[in-house]
Nanobody
């Protein structure tokens, strides 16, 4: 089973940018995703990417602002977040899935990292 470690979170003003990184160890990278969990709320899908990196997909609220990418040789997954909004605040989790085309449900992913906090101030 893969082990995932996120980094890159922090405090940023609205309109700013952050780049999250996820380092994987263990098995080769499979389909990967990023999820966000705000205080008192469920964990929700943010972005996903297939094994080759050819088909990223996003939740509607981050389209045009966030970009997911991966480096399979380095076993890294990234989430570039631009034009951040206060509603983007939460703990961001990197996730891996054994499915070639996982959906947007948290149940479609079998491994999660410990999360990194992102706080966007207004």
């Amino acid at each position: 089973q893969a082990q995932l470690v996120e980094s890159g979170g922090g405090l940023v003003q609205a309109g700013g940018s952050l780049r999250l990184s996820c380092t994987a160890s263990g098995r080769p990278l499979l389909s990967m995703g990023w999820f966000r969990q705000a205080p008192g709320k469920e964990r929700v899908f943010v972005a996903g990417i297939n094994r080759s990196g050819s088909s990223p997909y996003y939740t509607d609220s981050v389209l045009g602002r966030f970009t997911i990418s991966r480096d399979n040789a380095e076993k890294m997954v990234y989430l570039q977040m631009n034009l951040l909004k206060p509603e983007d605040t939460g703990i961001y989790y990197c996730a891996s899935s054994g499915r070639p085309w996982p959906g947007r449900s948290a149940d479609d992913y079998d491994t999660y990292g410990q999360g990194t906090q992102v706080t966007v101030s207004s």
